[in-house]
């Protein structure tokens, strides 16, 4: 079974930065695509970034140059380090995994992220 566990959200001021972690277990975050969503009230969830297996990544055009995503296979983690951060950043952020096999999608529960001004 997967499951992801999203940790690091909280409360920060405007240009600050925060990394976000997700663990995985049940499944190798090397060997699926991994993303980063964000939802706010009323919203959609929106893709933020991704890295796919062979560690090409994509990011959305409103955190580009700010955001980086990476993953650590010994710790089977996959990290979001956020820079700059700025109000309109404020949203829940989960964590997805693709597999690569089954092409099944499993979300992690999401952590808060608020950015004051």
């Known amino acids: 079974q997967v499951q992801l566990v999203e940790s690091g959200g909280g409360l920060v001021q405007a240009g600050g930065s925060l990394r976000l972690s997700c663990a995985a277990s049940?499944?190798?975050?090397?060997?699926?695509?991994m993303s980063w969503y964000r939802q706010t009230p009323g919203n959609q969830r929106e893709l933020v970034a991704g890295?796919?297996?062979?560690?090409?990544?994509n990011y959305a055009e409103s955190v580009k140059g700010r955001f980086t995503i990476s993953r650590d296979n010994a710790k089977n983690t996959v990290y979001l380090q956020m820079n700059g951060l700025k109000p309109e950043d404020t949203a829940v952020y989960y964590c997805?995994?693709?597999?690569?096999?089954?092409?099944?999608?499993?979300w992690g529960q999401g952590t808060q992220v608020t950015v004051s001004s």
């Open positions: 890295i796919t297996r062979t560690s090409r990544t």
């Open positions: 049940g499944a190798d975050v090397s060997g699926n695509a």
């Open positions: 997805y995994l693709r597999s690569a096999t089954s092409y099944a999608g499993y």
